[in-house]
């Protein structure tokens, strides 16, 4: 299974980006290719951590591909991490995690890591040659919308 991580230190603290990966149903406004991320059914919170299903749709262009498929969402406010799983729709397997982390400054160290193994194998080679670039973009635009949401200066 292919495995894609990046981590950068963001100038936002560790609650304000926790809530930026939490918001899943926000994703389709700052994520690239990401065209719809809609919460599906119940939510269920237990002691700081919420279950949820997402649907989501990814558009790319440039390979006139449109997938869709749902994802298990855990997102877990005590340990700042939010998990989405799936094997639905392009997806053998995929398992999305973002992880927040304090510093000794106040800020957070956000990461993301995706680990992905499609249905389509021809799908398969051609996303293993863009997976890290599409890593170093999630994350591009994770600390754009730190910026829009809390006006601060992303580092």
């Known amino acids: 299974m292919p495995h894609?991580?990046?981590t950068r230190r963001v100038n936002l603290t560790p609650d304000q980006a926790y809530a930026i990966a939490a918001d899943v149903s926000s994703y389709k406004d700052f994520i690239p290719l990401l065209k719809r991320s809609v919460i599906r059914g119940e939510r269920k919170?237990?002691?700081g951590v919420e279950r949820f299903l997402a649907?989501?749709?990814l558009v790319v262009p440039k390979v006139n591909m449109t997938e869709s498929f749902t994802s298990q969402v855990t997102a877990d406010a005590n340990a700042h991490s939010v998990t989405a799983t799936s094997s639905d729709g392009p997806l053998k397997s995929l398992k999305a995690v973002w992880?927040?982390?304090s510093t000794a400054d106040g800020r957070a160290d956000v990461?993301?890591?995706l680990d992905y193994t499609l249905k389509n194998m021809m799908l398969q080679m051609m996303a293993g040659g863009f997976m890290d670039f599409a890593a170093q973009k999630i994350m591009q635009a994770f600390?754009?919308?730190g910026r829009a949401l809390y006006g601060?200066?992303?580092s």
């Open 55 to 57: 649907d989501l749709v």
């Open 45 to 47: 919170i237990e002691n």
């Open 143 to 145: 600390e754009d919308r």
């Open 111 to 113: 990461s993301i890591t």
């Open 4 to 6: 894609f991580s990046t």
């Open 99 to 101: 992880k927040i982390s």
């Open 152 to 154: 601060l200066a992303v």
